[in-house]
């Protein structure tokens, strides 16, 4: 579920945006009006391009970090794989079925 909030919404604008939090979309509405179809991601991806960007913009790679997250907080550390595996499995489908 955090897979498909993060990169199939805009919750976190619509969060941002209710705790006045100017400084996360303020240059993103803009870029908006210019680029109707832009993303919060995509924005993101183009105009501030660093590591620790491209990492929360690329699915498989916040699955892992989630699913070590997941694995350390159970301590079910062989789970990882499954976990891990099955998460980016059930959110590609669910995005598939999306659109």
Same mark, same amino acid.
């Given at each position: 579920?955090?897979?498909?909030?993060?990169?199939?919404?805009?919750?976190?604008?619509?969060?941002?945006?209710?705790?006045?939090?100017?400084?996360?979309?303020?240059?993103?509405?803009?870029?908006?009006?210019?680029?109707?179809?832009?993303?919060? *991601?995509?924005? !993101?991806?183009?105009?501030?391009? %660093? &590591?620790? $960007?491209?990492? =929360?913009?690329?699915?498989?790679?916040?699955?892992?970090?989630?699913?070590?997250? *997941?694995?350390? !907080?159970?301590?079910?550390?062989? %789970? &990882?794989? $499954?976990?891990? =595996?099955?998460?980016?499995?059930?959110?590609?489908?669910?995005?598939?079925?999306?659109?």
């Amino acid at each position: 579920m955090i897979l498909l909030i993060w990169f199939r919404g805009e919750t976190f604008i619509e969060y941002c945006r209710l705790f006045r939090l100017h400084r996360f979309y303020k240059d993103y509405d803009a870029k908006k009006k210019e680029d109707a179809r832009l993303t919060y *991601l995509g924005y !993101l991806r183009q105009y501030h391009d %660093c &590591f620790f $960007i491209r990492l =929360i913009t690329c699915p498989i790679c916040v699955s892992v970090w989630l699913a070590i997250g *997941l694995a350390i !907080l159970t301590a079910h550390f062989f %789970c &990882f794989p $499954i976990i891990m =595996i099955g998460g980016i499995l059930l959110y590609a489908l669910i995005d598939r079925l999306l659109g």
